[in-house]
């Protein structure tokens, strides 16, 4: 079945790029998403990569698709402490007439100061 | 725009009571999704629905787990006879077209003691 795998931790310090990393098994995906979620909180949409492009830039965040190795990185320019989060990529499998989206485990992201 | 609204955001139900998990979407959005996340594990898909409509169910449990969508009022998400596996946080979504773009509430934290 379709499957989305992240790496569970990332420290990196203030100031720093941080990259997050995702794979996912489903060609067929049309979007791919990143969210963020903040300790008790839902989840909030940062930004998602349609499956025909390489590169989405969008301020600090710059997020890279290779289609073919069904790799997805999120990138974090000048990490700050208020990054620190659980972020979450998710694939949308192609077909159907759901709009299900599956997720990944979730990296948890550490700023040190 | 109040965003998509959930409640109760906690929860507390003995073992082999029901809960009722609401959500009202973002107004004007017609699709609503939920999801299960487990502990330190990632957003599991459960179900999809339009008004009066159930569009894809595929994630939910067998037994004595039931979502409706009425024509007027919150969808519901109703659990009958927990067991405390069934603690989790349950989150809702909605879309105004059922394509990317999802937004979420910000979750029903259910605890089965």
């Known amino acids: 079945g379709e499957d989305v795998e992240q790496s569970l931790f990332l420290s990196v310090r203030e100031g720093d790029s941080s990259v997050i990393n995702c794979t996912y098994t489903?060609?067929?995906?049309?979007?791919l998403y990143w969210y963020k979620q903040e300790p008790g909180a839902g989840l909030q949409l940062l930004t998602y990569i349609f499956s025909n492009m390489d590169m989405k830039q969008d301020q600090r965040l710059t997020v890279l698709l290779n289609k073919k190795d069904k790799h997805l990185s999120l990138r974090i320019a000048d990490t700050q402490t208020g990054d620190s989060a659980i972020y979450f990529c998710?694939?949308?499998?192609?077909?159907?007439?759901?709009?299900?989206?599956?997720f990944g485990t979730g990296t948890l992201l550490a700023v040190q100061p | 725009n109040a965003g998509v609204m959930q409640n109760p955001r906690h929860l507390v139900r003995r073992r082999g009571q029901e809960a009722r998990l609401r959500c009202s979407p973002m107004?004007?959005?017609?699709?609503v999704y939920w999801y299960r996340q487990l502990p330190e594990e990632g957003l599991k898909f459960m179900v999809y629905l339009q008004k009066e409509n159930i569009i894809d169910e595929s994630g939910m449990p067998k037994e004595r787990f039931s979502a409706e969508f009425p024509k007027e009022g919150p969808s519901i998400l109703r659990i009958q006879q927990v067991v405390r596996g069934d603690s989790a946080a349950y989150f809702c979504?909605?879309?105004?077209?059922?394509?990317?773009?999802?937004?979420f509430g910000s979750g029903t934290r259910l605890t089965v003691v």
């Open positions: 998710a694939s949308s499998p192609g077909g159907g007439a759901t709009n299900k989206l599956i």
């Open positions: 979504a909605s879309s105004p077209t059922g394509n990317y773009g999802y937004t």
């Open positions: 489903d060609s067929s995906s049309t979007y």
């Open positions: 107004k004007g959005h017609s699709h």
